[in-house]
């Protein structure tokens, strides 16, 4: 069984640029979750997709994240300016029904922001 | 929100030796994970324990829901090991999976 797909590995950019990330779940995964990790810290969630709809995004800042589950598969989660504090890596995870069944991450993306 | 505490914050080991991990939540949960996460960042499945006790390999894990705390076993630790280890749970509100602040392990040759 596939994994947590995402892309890019790492992603380097400057201040007020904007950055896209993606990722696939596993497949048949109806909830899909996007954390922010800060070196030095634990996984802060960002936003939770139950399929195509919103189930949690209390931790986004929608000022300038936003993220999109189309067709309730496949995901990407933009910043857009970003600034020199976004820098972290962003993981995505997907559980098969609800959040109480288990989860599992994908590889992450380090973004560096200059 | 629901409360994740871990201890201790940092462990430092000689390979070989065992160790005991602890993770404490503030209130009724309905799913509770263990992860290691590699030096590359990935965050890798250990356990899916929402209660009881599990075992595979050299680590085991038990959770005591009623008193809010599980516990994750490392015998025979080995330079592999190594790592920050994340317990994040789910309350039973089927609410967000809430990470604590991780365990960071050094096991030493």
């Known amino acids: 069984e596939a994994g947590v797909a995402q892309s890019p590995r790492y992603k380097i950019i400057e201040k007020r640029q904007s950055v896209a990330f993606w990722c696939n779940p596993i497949s048949g995964h109806a909830t899909l979750y996007w954390y922010q990790q800060i070196l030095g810290q634990g996984p802060k969630l960002l936003i939770q997709f139950q399929n195509n709809g919103v189930v949690d995004d209390s931790q986004l800042p929608k000022d300038r994240f936003s993220a999109e589950r189309l067709k309730g598969v496949d995901s990407t989660l933009k910043i857009q300016p970003a600034k020199l504090e976004d820098s972290a890596v962003y993981l995505c995870?997907?559980?098969?029904?609800?959040?109480?069944?288990?989860?599992?991450f994908g590889q992450g993306t380090r973004l560096t922001v200059v | 929100g629901i409360q994740v505490e871990q201890s201790p914050p940092d462990l430092i080991l000689q390979e070989g030796a065992n160790s005991t991990l602890r993770c404490n939540f503030s209130?009724?949960?309905?799913?509770l994970q263990w992860f290691h996460q590699n030096p590359w960042g990935q965050l890798i499945n250990l356990f899916y324990?929402?209660?009881g006790t599990k075992q595979n390999g050299r680590l085991s894990a038990t959770t005591v829901a009623t008193e809010r705390y599980s516990l994750l076993y490392i015998s025979s630790s080995q330079t592999t090991d190594s790592g920050v280890y994340f317990c994040?749970?789910?309350?039973?509100?089927?609410?967000?999976?809430?990470f604590g602040q991780g365990t960071e392990l050094s096991v030493k040759p």
């Open positions: 994040a749970v789910v309350d039973n509100q089927g609410g967000k999976l809430i």
């Open positions: 324990i929402p209660s």
């Open positions: 995870a997907s559980s098969s029904i609800w959040s109480s069944t288990e989860a599992f």
């Open positions: 209130d009724s949960v309905n799913n």
